[in-house]
């Protein structure tokens, strides 16, 4: 098999997967990618590669973002600080980013870990019928 279709079907499936997801697991899944992103991005600036971790750390702050979006503050007292930390993250995303400051870095991390496992907790909390439901729910 060449690398090219190698690449093709695996970007097909990642595809399908996000595609196929229910809201939880896309939720989690934005989540295990936000620390990947902040993972990577923070090793490339320590290594000096800025290339690599702009590009990290771009897809991270887009995926704050895209967390900040979703977000329905109407639905949950709780949302408005969320949406506050959401803005706090981006902030040390954007400034470590800037400053090319690896510490920045490892302070959003610290942040999004512990929020990390709280979604994935609660993702395997919610029975699989709901999940089914989901678009009944109103759940976005």
């Known amino acids: 098999m060449s690398i090219v279709s190698a690449a093709a079907k695996r970007s097909a499936y990642n595809r399908d997967s996000v595609l196929s ?10 989540y295990d990618r936000l ?19 702009w590009e990290h750390l771009r897809h991270a702050d887009q995926i704050v973002a895209e967390l900040a979006s979703s977000l329905r503050v109407d639905l949950w007292d709780g949302a408005e600080d969320l949406l506050r930390l959401y803005g706090y993250l981006a902030d040390l995303i954007v400034g470590g980013m800037i400053e090319r400051d690896a510490e920045s870095i490892r302070q959003a991390t610290a942040l999004v870990e512990p929020l990390r496992e709280a979604w994935h907790e609660a993702a395997a909390q919610v029975p699989a019928a709901t999940l089914a439901a989901g678009a009944d729910l109103g759940v976005a």
Do not use: F, N, Y
């Not at 997801?21 to 934005?30: C, G, I």
């Open 35 to 53: 620390v990947l992103d902040l993972a990577r991005g923070r090793e490339a600036l320590e290594a000096g590669r800025w290339p690599h971790a």
């Open 21 to 30: 997801a229910s809201p939880a697991r896309l939720l989690t899944m934005l």
